[in-house]
């Protein structure tokens, strides 16, 4: 099981890794591959249901990905981000939602979007028991505040403003910071500045440590933002899978004798 302490000890010494997954089988293949955090991204919402933002997928819509994942995840510490609206409005309710994801689903801590609005929501959901993991620089579920998806931290007073969040994430005990697209310099900067691990995305080679989705890192994804490597071609090989599948159905090779049940001993039907 990794916990906060392992990443806090990792960072530094070792790279920090995180993917998503928002389901069993990638919540497998991710965790044994050693894998050190699994996020259960609100990305989701382009990466498997279609979506152009995050922002239709809400609070009963992560959950169902996040309890998928935590069912087939042993090792990683699993992250469930938490959905637009769903923190932020009223304390009650954040707590609830971000509760629900733990006592429900098991997973070991939740991601916020953070902003000027998340910082003493932060800290009573640690206090609460619930670590809180930080995410600044492009926040997505802003997209129509941003009327896109632009680099963040570009000018002085930005890059000033994301140091300043991250610095007081911290103190409200956040434990760790996604730094989500924005200049490296400024990542670096951040990341000595604060004790706690940063993992970015985006975001250059000097966090602590690195996240990608799931979809783009194995070449699911039809298109992947440029800062997304894509480490396999998965998306290939379904497709000559499937189209293997109905070449052998259209020509009669499959199913053959070996795929077939016995003939079971009645009359014939008629
Ligand atoms: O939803 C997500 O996948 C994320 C990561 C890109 C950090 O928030
Ligand atoms: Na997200």
Redo the contacts with the bound molecule.
């Keep these: 099981m990794t916990t906060v302490r392992d990443l806090r000890a990792k960072a530094g010494s070792e790279p920090i890794t995180?993917l998503?997954a928002y389901d069993a089988p990638a919540a497998e293949i991710v965790d044994e591959a050693g894998v050190d955090v699994i996020?259960v991204?609100?990305?989701?919402a382009n990466?498997a249901l279609g979506y152009e933002t995050?922002l239709p997928v809400d609070v009963d819509a992560i959950a169902h990905h996040v309890g998928a994942v935590t069912r087939a995840t042993e090792d990683a510490m699993v992250v469930a981000?938490m959905p637009f609206l769903s923190f932020g409005t009223d304390e009650q309710s954040a707590i609830e939602n971000a509760g629900r994801m733990l006592q429900e689903e098991g997973a070991d801590g939740v991601?916020l979007?953070s902003g000027p609005h998340t910082v003493d929501i932060t800290r009573r959901l640690v206090e609460l028991g619930i670590p809180v993991m930080a995410?600044l620089g492009l926040t997505?579920q802003h997209v129509n505040q941003y009327g896109g998806f632009p680099r963040q931290g570009t000018d002085q007073e930005s890059a000033e403003r994301i140091l300043e969040l991250a610095r007081e994430h911290e103190d409200a005990g956040a434990f760790a910071l996604?730094l989500?697209h924005v200049p490296s310099n400024v990542a670096r900067d951040v990341t000595n500045a604060i004790e706690i691990p940063t993992?970015g995305?985006g975001a250059g080679p000097e966090c602590d440590g690195q996240?990608?989705?799931f979809h783009d890192a194995v070449g699911i994804s039809e298109w992947s933002p440029s800062f997304a490597a894509q480490f396999g071609d998965v998306r290939a090989e379904m497709s000559s899978a499937v189209t293997e599948y109905v070449d052998a159905v259209e020509s009669g090779a499959f199913p053959a004798d070996e795929h077939s049940h016995e003939e079971a001993d009645l009359d014939e039907l008629y």
């Design positions: 995180m998503t996020l991204g609100d990305s989701v990466a995050t981000d991601k979007e995410h997505p996604v989500e993992i995305i996240v990608l989705v």
